[in-house]
Every structure is written in structure tokens, then in C-alpha cells.
């Protein structure tokens, strides 16, 4: 067990629809970072928060949106579902921004059918 | 073309093998080197980290990192087949806000 907990472990949905995705960072963890990885474009980086404050976005749609609350857990929403989204959603956590050393979870994988 | 290429694979090798996994990247701005493993439906877990260019050693793990050819590598010796996952390289450049750039992936089978 990495300390990263992400719910769902398993997500099947319709398109057109809107999920939410939630992840509880490592104790003593501020940042969490989401990343989406598919088969053909491997790990993406998607967005970075830092202690509630957005700090870097990737390549995130517009349709999907992230927030960390004040207890620094964090939710990733999805929304207006395609079948492209299909994919395993990752998050990661490190106690401050660094370059290296995150330490992920085991991931959401969501399929859009 | 992408900023990070990693071998597509996969791989395929006996047990007590050495296995060589490269990649090469384009952006010189990167100075953080890392190797992460993925087993099946587990995420990726950080193996080895280099700073900037030279080799680290870690019981049967080596990492070089070659700035000047933008070309990494992670050598595992005495392979087992509890290395049987699939390996990743990232790497990101100096920065608060740097984020972690991954290859896609080589997955490596090791036959006992």
C-alpha cells in the first residue's frame, strides 16, 4: 500500500456523463498531481495542486476540472463524457512541489461505454 | 516528436539476464532522471532518481543518464521474473512547477 488512496478503483459510465474521481494524498503530503494514462499516449500529466492552490496544469480538457479541499484530499471531475476518456486515472502525492519522488496510487480506470 | 521516446517493446528475457531499457528525450531543460516500475494494476512506484548526468547503482539496478547524447538507461542484472512489469522513464526540468514528462512504457517479461 503506496498511502494513496484513490476511489473508485472501478468506474464504468455512460457518454455524455459526469464523474467524479476522488484521491487521498499520502500523510503529511501537500501536493497531489492527477495524470491520465491510456495505452496509446502512456502517463499524461493533467494538474498539480499545492496546499488548495492549482500549481501547474498539463494537458487537461476542458471538460474536466480538479480541486483540493482543506483536508488535501483531492477530486478530479470529468464530465460531458467521450469514449477517448476511457482510461486509468492516476493520482500522486509528494510533501511539497519536487521533481521527482511522487508516490501514486493504484489508479481509477474508467471506462466509457 | 515527443519529448521523451522509450523503446515500445516488449521484452522478452530468461532469468539472469541482463536487460538494458533506454530512453532518449529532446528537451535539455531536463536535469531530474527517473526510472519507475508498474506492475499490473498497481501504479507506478519510483525505482531509481539521477540528478543531472552520471550512473547510480542500487543492489542489481544501474541508471546512467548521458546529457550530452540525451540518452538514459536502467540496467538490471541477475534479472528475476519478479521484475516482470512494465518500466517507465521520466524525467522534468529545475522548477517548483516542473512536471514529470513519462516515456510510455516497455513492458519486460522475465521467463523463469
Known amino acids: 500500500d503506496s498511502g494513496v488512496t484513490q476511489t473508485p478503483k472501478h468506474l464504468i459510465t455512460a457518454t455524455g456523463q459526469r464523474v467524479t474521481l476522488r484521491c487521498s494524498p499520502r500523510s503529511g503530503d501537500l501536493s497531489v498531481y492527477w495524470y491520465q494514462q491510456s495505452l496509446d499516449q502512456g502517463l499524461q500529466f493533467l494538474i498539480q495542486y499545492y496546499n488548495g492552490e492549482e500549481r501547474a496544469k498539463g494537458n487537461i480538457l476542458e471538460r474536466f476540472s480538479a480541486q483540493q479541499f482543506p483536508d488535501l484530499h483531492s477530486e478530479l471531475n470529468l464530465s460531458s463524457l467521450e469514449l477517448g476518456d476511457s482510461a486509468l486515472y492516476f493520482c500522486a502525492s509528494s510533501f511539497r512541489d519536487t521533481n521527482y519522488g511522487y508516490t501514486f496510487g493504484s489508479g481509477t480506470r474508467l471506462t466509457v461505454v | 516528436q515527443k519529448e521523451v521516446e522509450q523503446d515500445p517493446g516488449p521484452l522478452s528475457v530468461p532469468e539472469g539476464a541482463i536487460v538494458s531499457l533506454n530512453c532518449t528525450y529532446s528537451n535539455s531543460a531536463f536535469q531530474y532522471f527517473m526510472w519507475y516500475r508498474q506492475y499490473s494494476r498497481k501504479g507506478p512506484e519510483l525505482l531509481m532518481y539521477?540528478?543531472?548526468?552520471g550512473n547510480k547503482e542500487d543492489g542489481r539496478f544501474t541508471a546512467q543518464v548521458d546529457k550530452s547524447s540525451k540518452y538514459i538507461s536502467l540496467f538490471i542484472r541477475d534479472s528475476q521474473p519478479s521484475d516482470s512489469a512494465t518500466y517507465l522513464c521520466?524525467?522534468?526540468?529545475?522548477?517548483?512547477?516542473?512536471?514529470?514528462?513519462f516515456g510510455k512504457g516497455i513492458t519486460l517479461s522475465v521467463r523463469p
Open positions: 521520466a524525467m522534468s526540468a529545475v522548477g517548483a512547477n516542473s512536471k514529470l514528462t
Open positions: 539521477t540528478y543531472s548526468s
